[in-house]
């Protein structure tokens, strides 16, 4: 059974940088598909990156040019790295497999 943590989120000023960590246990053998979502407060889950295949991703347009997802095989973990970020990037983010399974979250708040 895989499970998955995620990390690494807080508060950072508009302009700001996070690093998000997703940490995967159990029986993965590829980071292959591996997403990234969020939900900010009153609104619905949104997808926000995923991984296709080596250097291969796709992202939502509003994070475009600014977030980056990358994953290190060995360590099964998978990251979202958020920079020049916006009061609007403010959400709890989660990471998910190809086949559903859910992280519990991390929030991320951009504030002055």
């Known amino acids: 059974q895989v499970q998955l943590v995620e990390s690494g989120g807080g508060l950072v000023q508009p302009g700001g940088s996070l690093r998000l960590s997703c940490a995967a246990s159990?029986?993965?053998?590829?980071?292959?598909?591996m997403g990234w979502y969020r939900q900010a407060p009153g609104k619905q889950r949104e997808w926000v990156a995923q991984s296709i295949s080596g250097d291969n991703a796709k992202y939502v347009d509003s994070v475009t040019g600014r977030f980056t997802i990358s994953g290190e095989n060995a360590k099964k973990t998978v990251y979202l790295q958020m920079n020049a970020l916006k009061p609007e990037d403010t959400a709890v983010y989660y990471c998910?497999?190809?086949?559903?399974?859910w992280g519990q979250g991390t929030q991320g708040t951009v504030s002055s």
């Open positions: 998910r497999t190809p086949w559903g399974v």
């Open positions: 159990g029986r993965i053998f590829s980071l292959n598909g």
